[in-house]
């Protein structure tokens, strides 16, 4: 059962906000730190869920143990799940988490001291508590279109948990305009997070004690509008995860009530498409990058927050806010603001081969230009439009508000279902004589194009940045 996770656009980043894959934990997950973009490379589309992709790992591609790694963590380990089917809608997971580095210095210590009589099963309960973690979890389908998903983690050292409610809700048909629905399917999740994992934009991870959430999202469309609805209650004081205490708590994580709403226009224009030249009868190993092609995709849309408790302070730290016409309130009596904003985003992608080929049949590059704060945009090019006007030399600051945040990412296939690909942001600084364009967190990653699912891939990914690396399932992504 795909789990499509909240997606949507924040308003002091401008972009949409997905649930991050991350070897930290055993459940898979963390959730961006609101206002903060992800480490690339991270976010992604629908989800199965982390025990199903364990399983079928373990079943359809002869990997018993599936590796991660996180060098802030205890290095290498592997997985394993247990998926039992109790009814046709019910089924009951054990996963296991053995660290390797540990393992090995049990084993070296066994080694060394073999000449004590302790048994080698007795040592083995004695470290097994160090060596390895379980968690378990629930999936029941109470409907074709609704999901209950109950999950423990870390048993006996962390207690993680987690429940999630999901429903896919029907087309709505009340709302259009000209014979055209505006509002797609909508996605309905409610869930609750003891404790809630989150990564900042530095990929720092934090545990927020308790985090509830309800959120009412449509299902993403090439052209359209698309909206977004959010209330997440924190509770309890953030600790980073880990305990390095270094970093500075994200102020958005702080206890308190957030609201937010966001509305999008999405339009998606091929300039060129070519359908020729494709081999009959023969299967691409992904159908989504079966067509040589450009296109590109404009996004404009508005983002509106309320915060209510600690987390408020947010909205006075905002920097941005204060420079432009974005609407900012703050009432730090009563712990109280408000917040709304203007954002965009435009794509261009070009694409080359149809993948049905065995060699070189695909090669694909894609840019992202992200403008956070539409009002702070707007601001910035008429005050360097009065200057040009007027000859008069513009303020540095200028430029830089005006300056997107910038994604690139190049695929290219290596040999049959496999490819390479890479993605890093690009930060242009017009403060820096030194690098005024600079390559920022790339994330290197093998694609394994499972061919018989249409389009699903296996995909191995690093990140040199963060130390972290993980194999796991995606599905539909382009």
Not at 317 to 323: I, K, N, V
Request: net charge neutral.
């Amino acid at each position: 059962m795909l789990l499509r996770r909240m997606r949507w656009m924040s308003e002091g980043d401008g972009r949409w906000e997905l649930d991050a894959e991350t070897p930290a934990t055993m459940e898979g997950t963390a959730r961006p730190v609101p206002g903060d973009p992800l480490p690339l490379g991270l976010s992604r589309g629908p989800r199965v869920t982390r025990p199903k992709q364990l399983d079928f790992f373990h079943r359809f591609m002869a990997s018993p143990l599936v590796p991660t790694f996180s060098a802030a963590r205890d290095g290498v380990s592997v997985h394993h799940a247990h998926l039992l089917h109790l009814t046709d809608n019910w089924s009951f997971t054990i996963l296991e988490q053995i660290h390797v580095k540990k393992l090995v210095s049990v084993v070296k210590e066994k080694l060394a001291n073999r000449q004590e009589e302790a048994s080698w099963t007795k040592d083995l309960k004695k470290h097994l508590h160090d060596v390895m973690s379980l968690g378990v979890g629930t999936e029941l389908l109470i409907t074709p279109d609704t999901t209950l998903l109950l999950e423990l983690y870390d048993i006996k050292k962390g207690d993680r948990g987690k429940a999630i409610f999901h429903h896919k809700a029907k087309n709505l048909d009340a709302l259009k305009l000209f014979g055209i629905q505006l509002l797609p399917r909508n996605n309905v999740t409610f869930q609750a997070s003891w404790p809630g994992l989150f990564v900042d934009k530095k990929g720092v991870y934090w545990d927020v004690p308790l985090s509830l959430s309800a959120d009412l999202a449509s299902v993403g469309s090439r052209s359209g509008l698309s909206y977004h609805l959010l209330l997440q209650q924190n509770s309890g004081e953030p600790k980073c995860f880990g305990g390095n205490e270094t970093s500075d708590v994200p102020i958005a994580l702080l206890p308190g009530l957030c609201a937010k709403a966001a509305v999008s226009i999405k339009k998606s224009i091929d300039a060129w498409r070519k359908k020729e030249d494709k081999i009959k009868n023969v299967q691409p190993y992904d159908i989504f990058l079966s067509d040589s092609h450009v296109s590109f995709t404009g996004i404009v849309g508005a983002v509106a927050s309320a915060y209510l408790g600690d987390c408020s302070r947010r909205v006075s730290t905002l920097d941005e806010a204060r420079r432009s016409n974005a609407f900012r309130m703050f009432d730090e009596g009563n712990k109280f603001a408000a917040f709304a904003d203007l954002f965009a985003s435009v794509t261009f992608t070009a694409q080359y081969g149809n993948f049905q080929r065995l060699f070189l049949d695909l090669t694909k590059a894609s840019a992202r230009f992200d403008i956070a704060s539409g009002s702070l945009f707007l601001c910035g090019a008429s005050q360097l439009a009065q200057d040009f006007f007027f000859s008069r030399r513009p303020n540095i600051e200028t430029f830089c508000d005006i300056c997107p945040d910038v994604t690139v990412s190049l695929q290219q296939q290596i040999v049959g279902p496999f490819s390479f690909r890479v993605e890093s942001s690009v930060a242009i600084d017009p403060r820096s004589q030194d690098h005024f364009v600079r390559v920022d967190d790339s994330v290197f990653a093998i694609d394994w194009a499972l061919k018989v699912l249409g389009s699903a891939k296996a995909t191995a990914w690093y990140s040199p940045k963060h130390q972290e690396a993980m194999v796991e399932l995606r599905f539909f992504e382009a």
